[in-house]
């Protein structure tokens, strides 16, 4: 099972980002969650989705960030709009399936004027 993560960058304060996650080796799984990882702080969670479409946000996240499925492309996306410096961090993807959970490689997102 391998997840890749990507679509991370600059972008200035206020701007938009979208993170891909695609999966391979495995389809079916119970939920797929973006975290982050800020320099100096414990990775978070930042968002999930549930197979069955079902979303739930961190609170920094609520209003600004949207994740999303394509099934039959088996990748995840991170839609971020109004982003904020505060939002700079390596973001990661995760998949569960059962009690196993695997983790992509991370993608940086740096949000600087």
């Known amino acids: 099972v391998q997840l890749q993560a990507y679509g991370g960058g600059l972008v200035q304060p206020g701007g938009s980002l979208r993170l ?9 799984f119970n939920h797929m969650s973006w975290y982050r990882q800020a ?5 978070e969670w930042v968002a999930r989705i549930y197979g069955g479409g079902t979303t739930d946000y961190a609170d920094s996240a609520k209003g600004r960030f949207t ?15 109004s982003l904020e410096p505060e939002d700079t961090a390596v ?12 983790w992509g490689q991370g993608t940086q997102v740096t949000v600087s004027s």
Request: net charge positive; glycine share 8%.
């Open 39 to 43: 320099p100096g702080k414990e990775r």
């Open 67 to 81: 994740i999303s499925r394509d099934n039959a492309r088996n990748t995840v996306y991170l839609q971020m709009n």
């Open 20 to 28: 891909s996650c695609a999966v391979s080796g495995i389809r079916i």
């Open 91 to 102: 973001y990661y993807c995760k998949a569960l399936r059962g009690v196993t959970s695997w």
